[in-house]
């Protein structure tokens, strides 16, 4: 029995693991089917997507930051330039634990409280992902290799080389070159695609002056590479590469030296000089002062040094040359006198009259001439410019009439935007019935016709607008619009013409008579600032009220704090014969136009016409540093009690 | 009678003894075998080098692992069938005494412990139960009347689980699999009823909601989790898987070619050189890389069954299948679960693989096959003389 059952048992074992293995193949081979259409599925039927999963995960494109273009002075010194500096930044989205990273950054380099808190400003605007946050700035070659050595350790850690902007004459330029700085939080909202993309690559923008407004020609065009990065966001090679286009270069007009010699010749008082060249309207010296170090401004300005500039009595960041609005007072004069010439109010031999008052007819109101007494019996046209008599204007501007005198000075561009090429211009004021009404909401009367017959009451106007009315002066009608940058990109910008007028040669003469005789005649007002002259110059001097001082009151200006005093104006054009240069000057709260001001145009036409630099670096400058502040003789001297001062 | 002899004559019908035969029986090697073993190790070898980096330090370990794994192949298969057999107990036990010690004294990584430390040397029990196992489940049954009755199917089954119990405790859940199986398929091999399988579905299938609850730990749940849903957590628990898949697909029909896989080698692709180098091969050599190998696979697998029906009897025969069947869910465990079929469990690439002492177990395995298919045939020489 248990052999038999053996026997059997074999063989049906066998059929059994035979039957068994049939059925292990079958599933076997079912299983392996399924492997295959799996694969199958993923290589052959879904290949586009994962091959594209594949090319994401790998190849990322990497913007290329252009080079910024540099801006030269007109005889090629570079004013602003792009340093390479090396650049410590943190990404967000890998540095893990910020603090730790942050900390542990701190034992290899130096990072001080203001790295950290312009850090965590940039940190915590909107940014781009990934975008690396910049924490030092000027890595020393010792910190690059202690950073180099632990770069294992530092996930997320950036180091890289940029091109960051240097000024090299720092607050010479600061009002005309400006800035660039970081790219803020609302300028990135307010970009739109296409500017997105350009500034890909790019952190700073320009944020002032000429750097701002050629940001398009600066800026360049972007680049980028598709970059190949492993698991770790780690480059590991390029694999496609459109060069950056760098961006055009700016040629200015602006002279290094004359706007050393214009800074000198403040000698660290308030105010603003700008110098125009007459043919071409380019723009050879600009200043402002207090000025301020741009460069404190392209890597993020702290908090505090921020504050100082911003809450300064003296204004540091404030522009007074475009921005900065002041009564023009007697400048105007030679304009007024043109306009009496062209209209035919007057002529040259016409005289007055100046009985040292000025009574509307049919009025109480009496407006005092600024020399107590009068200019005599037999003022002429030039005579009046010389001595700057305000009785001859008030007169001549009532007769005028408010219409004529707004519509002629418009054509030298007085309450108008000079159109610079610089941005934040104001545009003043030169008032005429229509912009009273609108603005005032009030009639004209004829006593705003005699204010502003010598430079008062509504008008404003900023010491670029006095630059290119005696530019236009100078060139005997024709308004040049004034520009800082010669060539751009290579390319020449040509002079534009923005008003051309007639006006007989006699009468410009007869002005210009008036205006030499202000700086060489025996009475003219500013003769001590002609003083010596090679040649010879056209010029007028002007006060600016800052306070108005009620009819009948005495002005004592040695009681009046500092900051109330008159402003003190001058503009010059130079030489009288062939004019190459018109300036204008503004000394805020210095008093005397010609005593003043007057020197500081001199010395800037000095340095143009005959070469007489002062540069801080040699003694000459020292004179004009050296120049006593105004004595009480010298204020004494221009006493007065009236509306209108020369 | 004479049928029945032809039937098991079968498989070599159309051979005689020839030459090359002799020489394999002396040798106890089977030649063909070992030719698909070496073509695998060279494919092996070839996509590690890509997968590791080029790294000639993972290179020399390995073909050092591949040369002790070779030696240890012909030194099995010199052992005679029937000493298997007298020795599976003790193999068997002595793996149980081993893996209780690896609960107690054993070393680990990763929340894991699977080594024992002897000295310099560390080594896992649970792979000696790779092999144990089908020896004993193998030992055990032939000696019995098959199919195997009710007691001796209960018997195999504690047999297989206090062992996988106690792997699955380690935890290694891609190990307990394997081990299981082992054991599984030779009862099943053995003629278990089709009326117990069913039942053992059916049950298998009730307990997955205690055993999801109960007996797994957090990570398995987790790689289950993973599995149904990568998309979910992509740049965690999915990240490998995700990563995996893309590098397949993106390989295409014909690879980005030989070392030039970026998800391997920019290390996108995690666990690139282990459990994950099907995803390296496949982006390399795209799918028609993937089908050659799981071609050379297949023919492993049927290599493997010839043995096995040519066994001389049935713990031969039973211990055969279940080693090539263990290896055929080695092959399809992997690149199932690297390809998103099936959850991420601890199981190699066989031969592909870096990793030393699966590759010494499996050409130990390979070396058992030889043996039993160059074992002397006491059967067929008394019918030859007839």
């Known amino acids: 029995m248990s052999e038999t059952q053996h026997f059997k048992d074999y063989h049906r074992e066998t059929r059994i693991f035979w039957a068994r293995l049939a059925v292990m193949s079958v599933l076997m081979l079912a299983l392996m089917g399924v492997l295959v259409y799996r694969y199958h599925h993923l290589q052959v039927v879904q290949y586009q997507d994962y091959a594209t999963q594949s090319d994401r995960n790998r190849i990322h494109v990497q913007p290329i930051p252009p080079t910024r273009g540099l801006i030269y002075d007109r005889n090629g010194l570079l004013l602003a330039e792009n340093r390479p500096s090396y650049t410590l930044s943190v990404v967000r989205e890998r540095a893990g634990d910020l603090e730790e990273t942050l900390k542990y950054l701190q034992t290899l380099v130096e990072i001080n409280a203001n790295d950290l808190e312009k850090f965590y400003k940039l940190m915590h605007q909107r940014r781009r992902p990934f975008e690396p946050v910049p924490l030092r700035y000027n890595l020393t070659e010792e910190e690059l290799a202690s950073l180099a050595v632990n770069e294992f350790r530092l996930e997320g850690v950036e180091i890289d080389a940029q091109l960051v902007r240097h000024y090299p004459y720092g607050e010479l330029f600061a009002h005309t070159v400006g800035y660039v700085g970081r790219i803020s939080e609302a300028e990135l909202t307010n970009f739109d695609e296409d500017q997105y993309r350009r500034y890909s690559g790019t952190h700073s923008i320009g944020k002032t002056g000429l750097e701002r407004y050629y940001e398009d020609i600066l800026l360049g065009e972007v680049g980028n590479q598709n970059v190949e990065t492993n698991a770790r966001g780690r480059v590991q090679r390029v694999l496609e590469r459109i060069d950056p286009k760098p961006g055009g270069d700016l040629h200015l007009y602006l002279d290094v030296r004359m706007q050393q010699t214009a800074m000198a010749a403040l000698a660290g008082r308030r105010g603003a000089v700008v110098a125009i060249e007459v043919k071409s309207g380019g723009v050879l010296a600009a200043v402002s002062t207090p000025s301020y170090d741009p460069n404190l401004f392209v890597t993020g300005i702290s908090f505090a040094d921020y504050r100082n500039l911003n809450e300064s009595i003296d204004m540091p960041l404030y522009n007074r040359f475009i921005q900065g609005v002041y009564p023009p007072g007697s400048t105007i004069k030679p304009v007024v006198g043109l306009a009496g010439l062209d209209t035919g109010f007057t002529d040259a031999r016409r005289t007055i009259n100046d009985p040292g008052t000025f009574r509307l007819p049919n009025t109480e109101w009496v407006w005092r001439d600024w020399k107590r007494g009068g200019h005599g019996s037999r003022v002429d046209l030039k005579q009046a410019i010389a001595e700057s008599c305000d009785t001859y204007f008030w007169d001549l501007g009532n007769r005028m009439g408010i219409d004529r005198l707004s519509e002629f000075g418009s054509h030298f561009g007085l309450g108008e935007l000079t159109r610079i090429d610089i941005p934040n211009e104001r545009r003043g004021v030169w008032p005429s019935r229509e912009w009273k009404r609108t603005v005032r909401g009030q009639g004209w009367y004829p006593g705003d016709t005699i204010n502003m017959s010598i430079g008062q009451g509504y008008v404003l106007t900023s010491p670029m607008q006095l630059a290119v009315m005696t530019a236009t002066l100078a060139h005997r009608g024709v308004r040049i619009r004034p520009q800082m940058t010669e060539r751009a990109n290579g390319k020449f910008l040509a002079p534009i013409i923005e008003d051309r007028f007639d006006v007989a040669e006699a009468h410009w003469d007869a002005v210009f008579d008036g205006m030499a005789e202000v700086m060489h005649g025996t009475r003219g007002t500013a003769r001590r600032a002609a003083q010596g002259a090679e040649y010879r110059m056209a010029g007028k001097s002007g006060t600016a009220q800052v306070v108005s001082i009620p009819q009948g009151a005495k002005y004592d200006s040695e009681a009046l704090k500092e900051r109330h005093r008159d402003h003190a104006l001058f503009v010059a054009f130079a030489p009288l014969e062939d004019p190459q240069i018109a300036v204008s000057v503004i000394l805020e709260n210095a008093e005397g136009g010609s005593s003043q001001a007057g020197p500081v145009a001199r010395i800037v036409m000095d340095a143009f016409l005959r070469g007489k630099y002062l540069l801080p670096e040699e003694p000459e400058a020292a004179p004009v540093a050296r120049q006593p502040v105004p004595g009480p003789q010298t204020l004494a001297r221009r006493m007065s009690d009236t509306d209108g001062v020369n | ?386």
Do not use: C
Request: no cysteine; glycine share 10%; net charge positive.
């Open chain 2, 1 to 386: 009678m004479s049928g029945r002899d032809f039937l098991r004559r079968l498989p070599r019908t159309g051979f005689g003894l020839g030459r090359r035969e002799a020489l394999q029986q002396r040798l106890h090697i089977d030649f063909l075998l070992l030719i698909l073993l070496l073509v695998l190790t060279a494919i092996g070898m070839s996509v590690l080098y890509s997968a590791s980096g080029e790294s000639m330090v993972t290179m020399r370990r390995q073909g050092i692992f591949f040369v002790i794994a070779y030696v240890a192949m012909f030194a099995v298969a010199q052992v005679p069938v029937h000493f298997m057999r007298r020795m599976a107990p003790w193999a068997y036990f002595g793996g149980i005494i081993l893996l209780i010690l690896v609960l107690v004294i054993g070393v680990g990584a990763k929340g894991a412990q699977r080594w024992l430390s002897l000295g310099a040397f560390r080594f896992q029990p649970s792979e000696i139960m790779k092999l144990a196992m089908p020896l004993m489940i193998a030992a055990y049954l032939s000696k019995r009347f098959l199919p195997p009755s009710l007691k001796h199917v209960f018997f195999t089954l504690v047999l297989i689980g206090f062992p996988t119990a106690l792997i699955i405790d380690q935890p290694d859940l891609g190990t307990s699999i394997l081990v299981a199986t082992s054991g599984m398929v030779v009862l099943f091999f053995a003629g278990l009823r089709w009326g117990y399988i069913f039942l053992a579905i059916v049950a298998f299938v009730a307990s997955l909601w205690p055993v999801w609850h109960f007996m797994m730990h957090d990570y398995q749940r987790q790689r289950v989790l993973t599995l149904l849903n990568p998309e979910a957590d992509r740049l965690g628990a999915g990240w490998n898987i995700i990563q995996s898949k893309t590098a397949i697909g993106s390989g295409g029909l014909s690879g980005k070619g030989w070392l030039e896989g970026t998800q391997s080698r920019l290390d996108f692709l995690p666990e690139g050189h282990t459990d994950f180098i099907i995803a390296v091969m496949a982006e390399e050599f795209g799918l028609l890389g993937v089908l050659t190998l799981l071609g050379i696979y297949l023919l492993v697998i049927i290599r493997g069954m010839m043995i096995a029906l040519n066994a001389q009897d049935s713990f031969g025969r039973l211990l055969a299948a279940s080693i090539t069947f263990t290896f055929f869910v080695y092959v399809f465990v992997n690149m199932g679960m690297v390809s998103g079929l099936l959850p991420v469990v601890g199981v190699p690439l066989p031969l592909i693989s870096q990793g030393g002492t699966a590759i010494v177990t499996l050409m130990a395995g390979f070396g058992i096959l030889m043996a039993i298919a160059t074992e002397r045939k006491r059967v067929m020489r008394p019918q030859k003389n007839k």
